[in-house]
């Protein structure tokens, strides 16, 4: 699972075609007129090689030429979109500009072969804190940790591209990178001066692992209805109470905490901490879930924490909260884009070798029309995610149509996502159910995100009410 539980709107807030990296596998690589193979879901790569030090530089240092700093490229350097916009929060004529082609090529190259090994080395439903510190040499958590060098000014159209291309070579890495981004933006967008450096180089390095605390047994996607009580205690707070469904939690360094402090009823009464690991009253435990990714339940005893541990100001952590999230939402549906188009792939070669009936099974018309269907809605799923990144750079989390933008495009990619991969393993059979497929893979990752970070229902209703305002 990737990310945090499922959350709901703010009740009190104010107010063509895809230029693709090369390397898709050959029934697509028409469509987008690519000249070089893209690596294939679930493929192995070839023993000893390595990333081009032509293209990426040193081995293992995405976009490094030689002399040049140990960090990833922003697709948006040198380059200016219209009206000198940056490219990174710009996308002329609906499409990537080549640097961000090239770009998603290089980051999708290094995921397949250096990221996917290191999380098949990983425990099932433990953090892998390996695989956090290459994503950080790579200088890929930089990016998404705001207020760091790297991720002062965090991209929304970035972080998307960042997303799609991990989730398609290796999910585990997208939700790694994507957690660690998610727990430490309370910190960045409201932590103070000392809570800053503290926490956020550390968590960019990834030897900090931060978590989202938010849902609780009865707060989910009612994210107001939260129950965990910080009862006053000098001049400071205990907190009291339980959460659950906390993605890296109970392994995670630190937490940003939402409880209930009392100021007023519903989400004017939540105030944001926070929280080290190793407070005192603060155990956890592990949860089992479909898809194998660090999930735990927190509990609180009396956990002390004091005006230092403040995210922002008492009863203002709902809205730093929805801050976060909001920025997190549409590359949501990036991550299921990158599932989606590796579902799709694997269907196109699938279709294009598997010999059924005389002939190929895409030139059977009920298969060649999945595949167009699922095609189809890969590609307007991804249009929506990049126009909602886009008008998010461009307008601010609270300009005009950002928030409806961003429900949409969570809403359409994740249902999706859900409904390729579904049909993908509808057409390799049962060998796409066997263990260890990649298919299989998929289709226990793409089920969490209909329900986290706002379930689908309550994309509809913000949507809904957005119509109106």
Known sequence: MSSTPATGPDPDAEGAERPGPPGRSESESARQGESAR????????????QADPG????????????GSPRTAPRPSEGTAGPGGMPVASAMPGFALTPAQQEWCAQLRAVAADELRPLAAAGAPGEVNRPLLRALADL?????????????GGVSALELCLLREELAYACPEAETAL????????PVADAGTDAQRARWLPAAARGDAVAAFALS???????????????????????LTGTKTWISNAPQADFYSVFARTGEAPGARGVTAFLVPADRPGLTGE?????APHPLGTLRFDGVPVGPDDLLGAPGGGFRVAMRTLDLFRPSVGAFAVGMAQAALDASLEHADRRRAFGGVLRDLQTVSHRLAEMATRTEAARLLVHAAACARDREGAR??????????????????????VDSAVQLHGAEALSK???????????????????????????IAKELYT
């Open 38 to 49: 893209r690596t294939e879901p679930g493929s192995q790569t070839e023993p000893g090689r």
């Open 55 to 66: 293209r990426l530089g040193e081995p293992g240092r995405l976009g490094e030429t030689p």
């Open 139 to 151: 200088g890929l958590l930089g990016r998404v940790v705001p207020g760091t060098a790297h991720g």
């Open 178 to 185: 994507a957690l660690q981004g998610l727990g430490s933006g």
């Open 216 to 238: 609780e047994p009865d707060a989910g996607s009612d994210a107001a209805a939260l129950a965990l009580r910080a009862e006053p205690d000098g001049p400071g707070w205990r």
């Open 286 to 290: 592990r949860l089992e879930m479909l």
């Open 399 to 420: 300009g005009p149509g950002v928030t409806k933008r961003a429900a949409m495009a969570k809403l359409v990619a994740t249902e999706t996502a859900q409904y390729v």
């Open 436 to 462: 260890g497929h990649p298919l299989e893979h998929l289709y226990r990752e793409v089920r969490a995100p209909r329900i986290y970070e706002g379930a689908s229902e309550v994309q509809r209703t913000v």
